[in-house]
């Protein structure tokens, strides 16, 4: 009964099968990049991508899960390579950054529906509460990830700490220059 | 522990490795040279054998940004190469140990910038000394013939040597006197600045930055709490046994109510705010925890607030503000004046209790075993932290190792460690386990730490020509420290005027929210002042300008000098955002503008930036509420990362936008009503205004906090534009409760009726 696929992974939980998605994620798997913010569906901390649709994992049984294939934020890219992931570095768009693993979750899941979606389908989509306030850059990078995607941009490699902009674009194939 | 997800910030104990400098010395701070005042500054960096290097941190990330641009701040005279860096947070052990070596570590006020920038800019140009003495005797050059550049020492002849070939000499170097230390002109400055990326953008990214709530250990099992939902309640009883054949289900723990700390280096009177008896279930798991807590019969007396109520209490206000209140500012003779004014306006505003609700839930996670007492939690008082987990362990503090996490938001909240009382009385009551603690969001919205409710009344003399002679405003509060800056350090020296304070005691103990009392009274004074300004028929910037008058600060004033700077910068911002908002080009029918400005002078030594905001708004006479355009003008002294700054304001932008539209916890029985996001909104990006301009002054001042000083004044522009746009004067928050029509040609307030969304 609880028995699916989580990041191109087999698993099965033994736990009690009413038990959200979010906690087992979190409490069996380790894959705490998916967050606990409200537990009712409202903040969209918790977004994980379920056969191709953004979904608050708070909001749906290990149970109802069965047989389908999820994604989180650790299993986007192998690479963080993604284009959200490349583009919300590089136009520095993390505050505290709690909020961030749902908000990529879900603009990715938009995304791929559509890569150059209007301000209108983004703020539809993007229904995610920040306390910090990153709403003023979240279009634009939305947008400009959609551009990386139809290939009309490239973004700056963004080094993590401890490493040079060329060793991270050696690490990081997606962030070489073509 | 699961390793690998700290690749970020390895806890203190991983660095063995490396060389730790000394604290053998003593430094100053440079701006202050009295010596009871002295500070050490070492501790702050561990140099790596590859030439990393590790900068300890002494404040929370609670996203703000100071990861990044403290490191830029010691970096930039340590001559750093910045892909070298590599920061941690500061161990509050070693801090108490050192005597305060990291000179200041509570996370709020803004003060990262203002109480750092000088000792950490000292702290790495007294290492680059070391390390440069050292390099000269390895060499045998003369140190004044050796240069500094990307973490390497130059040697006459092009010769490099890395930091790390000398370190381990440099250690045993004294570190030279501050007086000796020449710091780096600003003009060569290479990282303080600029627009430098944050370093924890890319864990940020990827998930896997660890929070307080990711803490992850062998064998952990988890609660879940619940306190009284009554302010001051007890807990009278619990029935275990029904309970404790439900799956997982560990146990249950009493968790006694008592003082819990300070919320902040200057609490009020440096007394302990409280916390009331609360019940945990420990289980296997989260889930398991909380389905049992929801199941576990629980008896509480509601005690002395049982039948408070938010409107108990404001009718309480309300009484006390027709009567005399402490005086805490006065001058001339308003009583004599306000009777040869040519206009009288009175006005009463209020403000609700709100919640700072960081995104990231309550937390915290401990673990008592035979080697002592290990504490992980996301807080803005890490070190007070530390302090109450050991009192409340009965350990001496030696044997209590505090971690510092990255915060998923403060705002205020987490200036209180409650919480770490109460994961460490669990942590007591099942010894050997690590046990992870995690309040649900609606035991978070039950047990807030709110701004004060206030009530505010405004009594203003004009003359003929619309001038403002006789000023009068009486406050009461809510339980709060001594708020009384609020509305009495107005910049303004009206010739007559009278402010009154006074604070009663309310059921929730009291939050810094970010913004504090300035969100309140900026609104406050300068709502009333914009109706002062619509009465006599002027510009509010007119008005404005006319009570930010130089020549009006008494000749014998103490802190003239203060007085008369923050009259100027204040002039200089709102001029500047007046140009850049074309204030004075009329908006069509529906539409309005407001404008404020403040600076965060709570005190006159108090370093502060300066601020003003232009707001345009649009109302549909429906109802319907649009945030057009924000325009933003602050000078907060040297910027550290124009970057950051700006993150920190468009973060103020939204926290006005939903303190205005929806700020609000209603107390009922005792009881806060709210219970989650579904019954408090808060702003998304559908309600965020897509058009905003924020421009940074250049200034060689001393840095100041920017994390909360554009919230008063946006949140005062778009109210006061919503009565521009024709709609009606707003006096009580938030937007939600009241109808945002257009007034009747009478000028009264909109007509009664349902609230309705935004545009």
């Known amino acids: 009964m609880t028995k699916f696929t989580v990041n191109d992974r087999p698993v099965q939980y033994r736990m009690d099968p009413a038990t959200p998605l979010l906690w087992a994620l979190r409490d069996a798997s380790n894959l705490t990049g998916t967050k606990y913010g409200c537990g009712t569906g409202d903040c969209g901390a918790c977004t994980v991508d379920i056969d191709g649709e953004a979904v608050r994992s708070c909001q749906v049984t290990i149970a109802a899960t069965e047989g389908k294939f999820v994604t989180t934020i650790e299993g986007l890219s192998p690479d963080r390579g993604h284009p959200l992931q490349q583009v919300f570095a590089a136009d520095n768009v993390s505050q505290c950054g709690y909020c961030i693993p749902g908000v990529i979750m879900t603009a990715a899941a938009l995304l791929r529906r559509t890569a150059d979606p209007s301000d209108e389908e983004i703020d539809a989509a993007l229904t995610n509460i920040c306390r910090c306030g990153i709403y003023p850059r979240l279009r634009g990078a939305i947008q400009r990830a959609g551009r990386v995607m139809r290939g009309e941009e490239v973004v700056d490699p963004v080094p993590p700490s401890g490493i040079t902009p060329d060793e991270a674009a050696k690490a990081v194939p997606a962030l070489r220059k073509p | ?759």
């Open chain 2, 1 to 759: 522990m699961n390793t690998d997800r700290r690749s970020l910030l390895k806890s203190i104990a991983a660095v063995s490795a490396g060389v730790v400098f000394p604290v053998t010395m003593t430094g100053c701070r440079v701006a202050d040279p009295k010596p009871s005042d002295s500070v050490e500054l070492f501790s702050w960096v561990v140099m790596m054998p590859d030439n990393t290097v590790r900068i300890r941190i002494p404040q929370s990330d609670i996203g703000q940004g100071v990861v990044t641009t403290l490191s830029q701040v010691l970096a930039e005279e340590l001559d750093l190469k910045w892909s070298s860096i590599r920061p941690e947070f500061f161990d509050p052990l070693t801090n108490l140990k050192r005597n305060n070596v990291y000179v200041y570590t509570c996370t709020e006020s803004s003060w990262s910038a203002d109480r750092l920038f000088n000792p950490m800019r000292m702290a790495g140009a007294q290492i680059r000394q070391m390390l440069l003495t050292a390099a000269a005797r390895r060499s045998g050059f003369d140190v004044a013939d050796l240069r500094t550049e990307e973490s390497s020492i130059i040697l006459p002849g092009g010769g490099r040597q890395s930091y790390a070939e000398v370190a381990s000499a440099a250690s045993h170097i004294a570190p030279p006197h501050p007086s000796r230390v020449k710091l780096k002109d600003p003009a060569d400055y290479r990282l303080i600045g600029k627009p430098i990326k944050r370093l924890d953008l890319v864990p940020k990214t990827t998930g896997k930055l660890e929070y307080g709530i990711d803490v992850d250990l062998p064998g952990m099992l988890y609660a879940v709490v619940q306190q009284s939902p009554v302010y001051g309640g007890k807990l009278v009883s619990f029935d275990e046994q029904a309970i404790a054949k439900m799956p997982g289900v560990v146990g249950v723990v009493r968790i006694a109510a008592g003082p819990c700390g300070l919320n902040g280096p200057l609490a009020d009177g440096g007394e302990d705010y409280g916390m009331d008896d609360a019940v945990a279930v420990v289980a296997d798991s989260f889930w398991r925890a909380r389905k049992a807590l929801l199941a576990l019969p629980i008896e509480w007396d509601d005690g002395e607030f049982a039948h408070t109520s938010s409107e108990s209490i404001m009718a309480d206000l309300v009484s006390r503000a027709g009567r005399p209140q402490p005086v805490v500012r006065e001058a001339g003779d308003f009583a004599g004046s306000i009777g040869r004014a040519h206009r009288v306006i009175e006005a009463d505003y209020s403000y609700p209790f709100m919640d700072a609700m960081p995104l990231e839930p309550i937390n915290c996670t401990a673990w008592l075993n035979s080697d002592g007492l290990q504490v992980w939690a996301s807080t803005q008082f890490a070190q007070e932290a530390h302090r109450l987990a050991a009192v409340t362990a009965g350990l001496p503090p030696e044997r209590v190792q505090f971690n510092l996490p990255y915060v998923g938001g403060g705002f205020g909240r987490r200036c209180q460690n409650e919480y770490v009382s109460q994961a460490v009385q669990i942590a007591k009551a099942i010894p050997g386990k690590p046990i992870k603690m995690i309040w649900t969001r609606e035991e978070m919205m039950a047990r807030g730490y709110p701004p004060p409710i206030t009530i505010s009344r405004f009594k203003a003399g004009l003359d003929e020509k619309g001038n403002v002679i006789a000023w009068f405003n009486r406050v009461i509060s809510g339980t709060a420290p001594d708020q009384s800056y609020g509305p009495a350090r107005l910049p303004h020296y009206v010739p007559n005027l009278r402010i009154e304070y006074a604070r009663v005691k309310t059921p929730q103990p009291f939050g810094w929210m970010r913004g504090v009392a300035f969100t309140q009274h900026v609104w406050m004074n300068q709502g009333f002042q914009d109706e002062l300004a619509v009465a006599a028929g002027r510009d509010p910037v007119d008005l404005y300008m006319d009570l930010l008058d130089e020549g009006s600060v008494p000749t014998d004033l103490k802190g003239r000098d203060v007085a008369i700077r923050r009259i100027r910068h204040m002039r200089a911002v709102l001029k500047r955002v007046c140009q850049i908002a074309d204030w004075e080009t009329p908006l069509s029918q529906g539409r309005g503008k407001g404008v404020s400005v403040s600076d965060f002078s709570y005190w006159d030594t108090y370093h502060t930036g300066t601020a003003s905001s232009v707001v345009e708004v649009t109302l549909d006479g429906k109802g319907g509420l649009r945030v057009d355009h924000v325009y933003v003008v602050m000078n907060c002294g040297r910027i550290l990362n124009p970057e950051v700054v700006r993150g920190q304001v468009e973060g103020s932008i939204f926290w006005a936008i939903t303190t205005a539209l929806y700020g609000k916890i209603t107390l009922k029985d005792g009881r806060v009503v709210q219970r989650n996001f579904q019954d408090h909104n808060v702003a998304r990006l559908a309600t965020a205004c897509r058009n905003i301009v924020v421009e940074l002054v250049e200034s060689d001042d001393h840095p100041a906090g920017v994390g909360e000083d554009a919230v008063p004044i946006v949140m005062t522009a778009m109210l006061n534009a919503i009565y521009d746009a024709g709609g009606p004067r707003i006096r009580s928050l938030p937007l939600s409760d009241h109808v945002l029509s257009f007034r009747k040609q009478d000028g009264s307030d909109a007509l009664p009726g349902k609230p309705s969304g935004n545009l």
